[in-house]
């Protein structure tokens, strides 16, 4: 059936562009954001603020970036102490943060 393969067809293109689509964002992500940051901040995980969610962000953004690190490094709620980056300096940390602060699209 025609209509039964064209749907087929678009379902398999709509997979293939939003997998294109999570490549480049992984792609463009930091590396040390892909090791240590990704696993709970893509996902909200254990009450972590999620990646490009600016509204969940904007409370701690208001603590300041100084305090922000201090949390990564003591670890704060369910995120163990250097947030799984223990050989991160604090201007990697800084860097994380406003990677993961930053507005999504």
């Given at each position: 059936d025609v209509?039964?393969?064209?749907?087929?067809?678009?379902k398999k293109l709509c997979a293939a562009v939003l997998m294109s689509l999570a490549a480049t964002a992984w792609a463009?992500?930091?590396?040390?954001?892909?090791s240590s940051c990704f696993a709970c901040h893509s996902t909200?995980?254990?009450?972590a603020p999620r990646t490009g969610d600016a509204e969940a962000?904007?409370?701690r953004l208001e603590k300041g970036m100084d305090a922000l690190v201090q949390s990564v490094k003591n670890g704060l709620g369910?995120?163990?102490?250097?947030?799984?980056c223990?050989?991160?300096t604090d201007e990697e940390y800084k860097a994380l943060?406003?990677?993961?602060?930053?507005p999504a699209g």
């Open positions: 209509y039964k393969r064209q749907g087929l067809v678009m463009e992500a930091p590396a040390k954001y892909q909200g995980a254990a009450g962000w904007a409370p369910g995120m163990p102490p250097t947030g799984l223990a050989d991160c943060i406003e990677y993961m602060a930053k």
